[in-house]
């Protein structure tokens, strides 16, 4: 369980709290507190971008990293939108939208773990990009002119949360039927 792969994935977990504490200092207002904030998101977001590549490319994927890893994933982003949602700065609806969608695909893939693992897709990998980027646009304490930028992006990544979702029940779906038994993993 000790690997690098599993350590990136804890310490995201750990900026979380480090993260939303970052966010809310001064009812969110500090400027200084903002970018502290987004550069504490940028770093979780790169320890996502790494952790399944390194696992893949030394061997090291275990039952463990395939099960925070999502978790981490779903911890950053929706403390981040629920706090921005608390803000005021961002839309309820965007917040729910994306965080059912993300525990949904989180289920899935419990739902179907027996019968092998779902890999993030590329699109899925994509989505999470747009979402962190759209994100650290909400975070960083733009100036108005920047906003239709951060409305956009944060729209592109909607926009391929639903689509990737989408996406994900069906390899879920095709997944369950085919009634495969999966290589445990250590």
Request: hydrophobic letters at 55%.
């Amino acid at each position: 369980m000790w690997n690098l792969a599993n350590l990136l994935t804890m310490s995201r977990l750990v900026l979380v709290p480090v993260f939303v504490v970052a966010l809310f200092i001064r009812d969110g207002t500090d400027p200084g507190w903002r970018v502290t904030a987004a550069v504490i998101l940028g770093v979780a977001s790169l320890t996502d971008r790494f952790d399944g590549d390194l696992a893949r490319r030394r061997g090291q994927v275990t039952k463990f990293g395939t099960i925070a890893d999502p978790i981490a994933d779903k911890a950053l982003i929706g403390s981040a939108l629920v706090g921005l949602s608390l803000l005021g700065e961002l839309t309820w609806w965007v917040t729910v939208l994306i965080a059912v969608r993300e525990l949904a695909v989180t289920g899935l893939r419990l739902w179907v773990l027996r019968y092998g693992v779902i890999p993030a897709s590329r699109g899925g990998k994509v989505k999470a990009f747009a979402q962190a980027v759209a994100i650290g646009l909400y975070v960083l304490p733009l100036p108005l002119p920047a906003y239709p930028l951060r409305w956009t992006v944060m729209g592109i990544a909607v926009a391929l949360t639903v689509v990737t979702g989408v996406d994900y029940v069906v390899r879920a779906l095709r997944l369950r039927a085919s009634g495969r038994r999966a290589v445990a993993l250590p």
